[in-house]
C-alpha cells in the first residue's frame, strides 16, 4: 500500500518540546519506526509548519495514488477550516491521528474541525497512534 504521513505545525519540534506529553523521539526516530514497521509498503513523510503548505501537499495527494493519508495537523486541528476544506476536496481518505490523547488534556484540544471529514481518529498512542492509523487501511 501506499500511504502518506503528514505532519503539522510544531510537530519538527517532537522529542525536544513537552517530553512528558509528546515523548522524547524526535520525527525523524518517529518516521523511520514507521517506515521499518511498514517496510513491505510505500510510505513518504512530509512536515510543514505553514496551513497553506499542509493543504497543497493534500490536493497534490490526489493524484498521488495515496490509500490513506495520515495526518497529525498539530494545533490547525482545532481550528483550520482551510485543512478540513483541503480534505474534503480529495478522495484519498484521510485518518486523524494524534500522540497525545487530546481528550484527557485542555479542553480547546477536545475539539477538532478536522474530525468530521476524516475516515477516523486515533490519538493517545505516541507514534503508535500513526501506525495503527495506517494499519486500518489493511483490514
Ligand atoms: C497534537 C495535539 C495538539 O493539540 C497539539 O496542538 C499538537 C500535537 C498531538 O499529536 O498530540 O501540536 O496534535
Redo the contacts with the bound molecule.
Sequence with gaps: MKFLFLNG???NMTGIREKGV?GTSTLDEINAAIAKHFKGDTCEFYQSNIEGEICGRIQKAQNEEFDGIIL????Y??YSYAIRDAIACVTVPVVEV???N?HA?DEF?HNSVLSEVCKGVI?GFGKNSYILAAESFKL
Excluded: E, I, K, Q
Excluded at 72 to 75: D, K, P, R, S, V
Design positions: 505545525v510544531n510537530l509528546y497529525n495537523a498539530g494545533a486541528t482545532h494524534h500522540l497525545s487530546v488534556r484540544r490519538c
